[in-house]
T-cell receptor, first 112, second 114 residues
Framework: DTEVTQTPKHLVMGMTNKKSLKCEQHMGHRAMYWYKQKAKKPPELMFVYSYEKLSINESVPSRFSPECPNSSLLNLHLHALQPEDSALYLC???????????FGPGTRLTVL | GESVGLHLPTLSVQEGDNSIINCAYSNSASDYFIWYKQESGKGPQFIIDIRSNMDKRQGQRVTVLLNKTVKHLSLQIAATQPGDSAVYFCAENNSGGSNYKLTFGKGTLLTVNP
């Protein structure tokens, strides 16, 4: 199984809502990532978890809160988002820090 | 090919032709490079990778060339097919660094005309 899955595929939320994005992999990878991608732009790294510990936070606003409940799961909790946060949110995983990252299909988020 | 700028570089080829997509990377300490393909509405898909101790690597219909002297990476696609139409990103990583960060290039939109 070389797949990273993400749910939901699409999400529309208001600025006062709280929602969560979910990511799962069963490849035994110990690093998991959240990226944000705007249209016609490359993915931008948000967070990195290594061995279930937060390793990198790329100065992401606190309205985005990551969580890694176990080595297979990665969540991104969303609260009080802004319309400019609308984007494709991608999850990825890798065996370790210098190996290929496998990406999920993404969650298309729209903030109204 | 890739370039710094506001617009997504584009490459248009005829079906059956060979395609070459270029990428200039920024960090001389980068030692691992990946090419990803991203189709509309999908996540990036791994195509091929190369480490800095190599200057060429071949896959199925794809070849990656690495020139460390001028910090240049290229992706060659042989006999390009309509299904190859997508945005192609190069990405660089410094595995000797203390982080897991992949730095992506701007991307190139490849359009294959039947």
């Amino acid at each position: 199984d070389t797949e990273v899955t993400q749910t939901p595929k699409h999400l529309v939320m208001g600025m006062t809502n709280k929602k969560s994005l979910k990511c799962e992999q069963h490849m035994g990878h110990r690093a998991m990532y959240w990226y944000k991608q705007k249209a016609k732009k490359p993915p931008e790294l948000m967070f990195v978890y290594s061995y279930e510990k937060l390793s990198i936070n790329e100065s992401v606003p606190s309205r985005f809160s990551p969580e890694c409940p176990n080595s297979s799961l990665l969540n991104l909790h969303l609260h009080a988002l802004q319309p400019e946060d609308s984007a494709l949110y991608l999850c990825a995983s890798s065996q370790d820090r210098d190996s290929r990252q496998y990406f999920g299909p993404g969650t298309r988020l729209t903030v109204l | 090919g890739e370039s710094v700028g506001l617009h997504l570089p584009t490459l248009s080829v005829q079906e059956g032709d060979n395609s070459i997509i270029n990428c200039a990377y920024s960090n001389s300490a980068s030692d691992y490079f990946i090419w990803y393909k991203q189709e509309s509405g999908k996540g990036p898909q791994f195509i091929i990778d190369i480490r800095s101790n190599m200057d060429k690597r071949q896959g199925q219909r794809v070849t990656v060339l690495l020139n460390k002297t001028v910090k240049h990476l290229s992706l060659q696609i042989a006999a390009t097919q309509p299904g190859d139409s997508a945005v192609y990103f190069c990405a660089e990583n410094n595995s000797g660094g203390s982080n897991y960060k992949l730095t992506f290039g701007k991307g190139t939109l490849l359009t294959v005309n039947p």
